[in-house]
């Protein structure tokens, strides 16, 4: 008889697809390998231990059967189910996007995994402890920038893509392109996203800032304003999506 290799690592459930009439496969985000896909045996049944600790969003430590196609759930001990996300419906909408923007991004064997995963978990930390809408958004946008950043497509909001000048001023935010052109450099801004100076100057700091940072920037943003730059990286990610984000159709019609 031979005994299964087994390995430990702490992961992120992403989403879940049924398998058989009482299994279910997970697919998770892990700190060591990325993307995972495993077998949670029995989940569907009312005594499963595993059943809540496999629900979208929870953090949990795992120990893991290596099979032949795909590896077996055997124990998972939560490390944070962010309970107080689970009560509230934008904080619920937000957190699925951020689990479905990592799900499209991530892959198998991530050069990336540690990166994405504390990204990913200090966000979905930073959304549970929100204290108003305006702070969940503050969170998902830096969220969207640091993902674009380990992506390798930040988004140019300092220079003018076509002369390379520096900006100070308003500008027009090119979604295809994923940057600024300058008003010198405009020929046509019919149908062009206007980026107001200060909006520029707004996302420049949130690229750079922490998910706890409370500076200025986090007191005077309002949540409209918020809204507005949460819309533009989401085109932007969009651009870089193999597939359709859905959770974005369903925080639109909220
Ligand atoms: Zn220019």
Redesign the pocket.
């Known amino acids: 008889m031979t005994t299964r290799q087994t390995y430990t690592t702490n992961a992120i459930n992403l989403k879940s697809y049924p398998l058989k009439e009482s299994d279910k496969i997970i697919v998770m985000y892990s700190r060591d390998k990325g993307i995972i896909h495993a077998v949670a045996k029995g989940i569907k049944k009312p005594k499963s231990s595993l059943g809540a600790r496999m629900e979208a969003f929870i953090a949990n430590n795992l120990l893991l059967s290596k099979g032949r196609n795909l590896d077996v759930v055997s124990q998972a001990e939560t490390l944070n189910s962010f309970g107080d996300t689970r009560k509230d419906l934008d904080k619920i909408f937000y957190s699925m996007y951020l689990t479905e923007v990592v799900n499209n991004f991530g892959v198998e064997n991530d050069p990336c995994a540690a990166d994405t995963y504390d990204t990913l978990y200090n966000a979905l930390k930073a959304i549970a402890c929100a204290t108003e809408k305006k702070d969940v958004l503050l969170t998902v946008l830096k969220f969207q920038l640091k993902i674009m950043h380990i992506s390798g497509f930040s988004p140019e909001f300092n220079t ?1 893509l ?2 390379g ?1 520096k900006v100070d001023s308003n500008a027009y935010f090119l979604i295809n392109e994923g940057g600024i ?2 008003e ?2 405009i020929n046509d801004s019919r149908g062009k996203l206007v980026i107001h100076n200060k909006i520029r100057e707004f996302l420049n700091y949130l690229a750079q800032a922490d998910y706890s940072a409370v500076t200025d920037y986090e007191t005077k943003a309002t949540e409209k304003v918020c809204e507005v730059c949460f819309n533009l990286l989401k085109k932007c990610i969009e651009q870089h999506s193999a597939r359709k984000i859905r959770t974005t159709e369903i925080l639109a019609a909220i």
Do not use: E, G, R, V
Request: charged fraction near 10%; glycine fraction near 0%; charge should be positive.
């Open positions: 003018c076509k002369c000048c052109i300058c010198n450099c």
